[in-house]
């Protein structure tokens, strides 16, 4: 075997190693999920890798410390709410009704796996040195800014505000539906989710008029800041 063959065979290792790795990741992810909607979000990574049938020194293999698992689990999460809100989106033709769709289907969703959004959304001391909660918010600002960027572009408008403007949605309705979780859901969700979607409409509705000024969104803080 020549020296490009030997290569050739090393590369198809590592490759199929780092594959093996990234399904393995993904399993034991998936085993702590379960982990924790079952026994709750102060589970521990012993009961973790117990309820996925490995040793602890197996889950440390793959997930370097306590930390690295919390971000594994947290960006699956995201990744969830994300399934969930941009289904009922799409099913929706109305602006205003879009707004809704997505507010209740985070809602139903945190209250429907609250042990999982607890462990996520407040994550113990030992890691907080890593900000799990920002990259969840990274991932489904990320998504929702997709959609912003899409409607303002369709009316001819800079795209530009889609990404803070996702930022500021999330960090509103995220606010909102943890005080609402540990308030043990003083108001019905049917009612906060109009609420906040009286709230935010006020937002996107400007969004109408601004298409309709020429020169879009800066023109439209001009004349509203001169009328």
């Given at each position: 075997m020549n020296s490009d063959e030997e290569a050739v065979n090393t590369d198809g290792r590592k490759g199929r190693w780092a594959g093996h790795r990234e399904q393995r990741r993904a399993e034991l992810t998936e085993a702590a999920i379960e982990a924790i909607r079952r026994l709750g979000p102060e589970i521990g990574m012993e009961a973790i890798a117990a309820h996925a049938g490995v040793s602890k020194p197996v889950l440390y293999r793959y997930f370097a410390d306590k930390s690295e698992l919390w971000l594994a689990v947290g960006q699956r999460a995201a990744a969830m709410v994300l399934d969930a809100i941009v289904p009922a989106v799409a099913a929706v033709r109305e602006e205003r009704d879009a707004i809704a769709a997505a507010i209740d289907a985070y809602l139903v969703y945190i209250a429907g796996d609250t042990n999982l959004y607890q462990f996520?959304?407040?994550?113990?001391?030992?890691?907080?040195?890593?900000?799990?909660?920002?990259?969840?918010?990274?991932?489904?600002?990320?998504g929702l800014a997709r959609l912003f960027g899409d409607a303002l572009r369709a009316r001819g408008l800079d795209s530009g505000a889609a990404l803070p403007w996702a930022y500021g949605v999330v960090?509103?309705?995220?606010?909102?539906?943890?005080?609402?979780?540990?308030?043990?859901?003083?108001?019905?969700?049917?009612?906060?989710?109009?609420?906040?979607?009286?709230?935010?409409?006020?937002?996107?509705?400007?969004?109408?008029?601004?298409a309709d000024i020429p020169g879009g969104l800066a023109a439209y803080r001009t004349e509203a800041r001169h009328g």
């Open positions: 996520v959304v407040h994550p113990p001391e030992i890691i907080r040195g890593r900000d799990v909660v920002a990259d969840v918010v990274d991932t489904v600002a990320g960090g509103y309705v995220q606010s909102v539906g943890d005080w609402w979780l540990r308030q043990q859901q003083p108001i019905s969700r049917e009612a906060l989710r109009d609420y906040l979607t009286t709230f935010l409409w006020g937002g996107v509705a400007g969004i109408r008029v601004a």
